[in-house]
């Protein structure tokens, strides 16, 4: 079963931050918090990870709070192609033969003009 | 940018009759993959693969279907006599090992 919670729906407008939360209370210290999103079933798409620092990329930033039990992912400038269900996995570090990911039913994300 | 490409992109075909889902996993990848995704459903993990055998498979990846490397380049899915319940869309995947998993666009399997 996935590890983490994730609100089931939001919205946000165009242009605007969409700050998605998730809670992964039980995380341990050894396991990544990643973030991937899936537009309209296409493949699962990586957007970012991290394990205990901020990180941010060109598509996304990760906040993770200090005690690691919850992280949110901010995408800045919402676009409509970002429409897409968001999804928060967490992941041991050093897993090889069984590093899979769990997908839970992740946050449906709608961006409207 | 390197990405894993997936065909069929769809398949249709009758119950009973074996399929062969193909994937072209990222060059220097070690780890491969595949999940599937029945409509409407998660995303379920289905096998892994690493040094030409199975590092690990679900419940749902029973005798009826296997994996394979037969070459450099291609990973397979077989489904050997497909059900109903077989329909979904089938993602493979690779990684370089204890990173990023990378997707493929998916092959989406109509049993009828």
């Known amino acids: 079963d996935a590890k983490t919670t994730q609100p089931p729906s939001m919205d946000c407008a165009e242009g605007r931050a969409a700050n998605l939360p998730c809670n992964h209370s039980?995380?341990?210290?050894?396991?990544?918090v990643y973030w991937y999103r899936q537009i309209h079933s296409q493949g699962p798409q990586y957007i970012i990870h991290?394990?205990?620092n901020n990180e941010t990329n060109e598509m996304a930033s990760l906040i993770i709070t200090e005690d690691r039990k919850s992280s949110t992912l901010i995408l800045p400038h919402a676009t409509l192609r970002d429409t897409a269900v968001y999804y928060c996995?967490?992941?041991?570090?050093?897993?090889?033969?069984?590093?899979?990911?769990?997908f839970g039913t992740g946050t449906r994300l709608q961006v409207f003009p | 940018e390197p990405e894993v490409t997936q065909t069929p992109s769809h398949q249709v075909t009758q119950m009973g009759q074996e399929v062969i889902l193909r994937c072209v996993p990222i060059?220097?990848?070690?780890?491969f993959y595949w999940y599937r995704q029945i409509l409407g459903q998660k995303v379920e993990f289905l096998v892994s693969?690493?040094?030409?055998?199975?590092?690990?498979k679900s419940e749902i990846f029973d005798d009826q279907f296997s994996v394979e490397r037969p070459d450099g380049s291609n990973f397979t899915l077989k489904i050997r006599s497909t059900k109903l319940e077989d329909s979904a869309m089938y993602f493979c995947?690779?990684?370089?090992?204890?990173?990023?998993?990378?997707f493929g666009e998916g092959s989406w399997l109509t049993v009828v």
């Open positions: 995947a690779s990684s370089a090992g204890g990173n990023t998993i990378y």
């Open positions: 039980t995380i341990s210290g050894n396991e990544y």
């Open positions: 991290g394990l205990k």
């Open positions: 996995i967490v992941r041991p570090t050093q897993s090889y033969n069984t590093d899979k990911l769990i």
């Open positions: 060059s220097n990848h070690l780890y």
């Open positions: 693969f690493y040094n030409n055998e199975i590092s690990e």
